[in-house]
């Protein structure tokens, strides 16, 4: 009797050990996710088009538009299949197409804030679910949705875990454009400027 328990549990255990393996990445994804809500908003983003710098971005945060509704987000110009670029690290979480963003990527970054790319011309590699750097090409500008027949350009929007949007704008405003500019040295402190005197 000893015996068959002992091979029922070694059974069990070998069950167990094979379930943890096989969902070892869905495991540290939701891990890696926990980890991006504790994550605060970033204060400064990168302007998510490739080549355009931030002094170039137009506040459209509230504009009207059609149907009633009033802008959330901003709309970066750039020439049609320009890259659109991640503006932080996180999930892509939606991946698809709507009436007014035509084709659409999602991303869910630090604190859960959604990131939303809209009117891209297409995708590029990423998909649902995958995991995606600050950077990574998500798509390319385009006129999709209600952007036909308009000058190519991405509308980006920022969305809190409730659905509140928030102005993009001066967060773009402090940031840069791809590719980022490599650090700057640090600044000698006074205590090794003397010592070297």
Same mark, same amino acid.
């Given at each position: 009797m000893t015996r068959v328990r002992a091979l029922r549990r070694l *059974? #069990? !255990? *070998? #069950? !167990? &050990? /094979?379930l943890a393996w096989w969902f070892r990445a869905y495991l540290e994804n939701a891990v890696r996710f926990v980890r991006l809500l504790r994550e605060p908003l970033p204060a400064v983003l990168p302007v998510p088009v490739e080549g355009v710098p931030p002094e170039e971005l137009v506040d459209t945060w509230g504009a009207a538009r059609s149907e009633g509704r009033k802008h959330q987000g901003i709309d970066i110009f750039a020439p049609r299949n320009t890259q659109v670029l991640s503006a932080t690290h996180g999930f892509v979480s939606r991946r698809g197409w709507n009436r007014l963003g035509g084709r659409i990527v999602t991303v869910t970054g630090p604190a859960g804030y959604h990131h939303y790319y809209a009117h891209l011309e297409a995708w590029d590699l990423p998909d649902v679910g995958d995991w #995606? $750097? /600050? @950077?990574? #090409?998500l798509g390319y500008v385009g006129t999709t949705g209600n952007a036909a027949g308009t000058p190519p350009h991405l509308h980006y929007g920022i969305y809190? !875990? &409730? @659905? $509140?949007a928030i102005n993009p704008y001066p967060l773009l405003r402090g940031g840069s454009r791809w590719p980022p500019p490599p650090p700057s040295p640090p600044a000698a402190t006074s205590r090794s400027a003397g010592a070297s005197r």
């Open positions: *059974i #069990v !255990l *070998i #069950v !167990l &050990a /094979a #995606v $750097e /600050a @950077g990574q #090409v809190s !875990l &409730a @659905g $509140e």
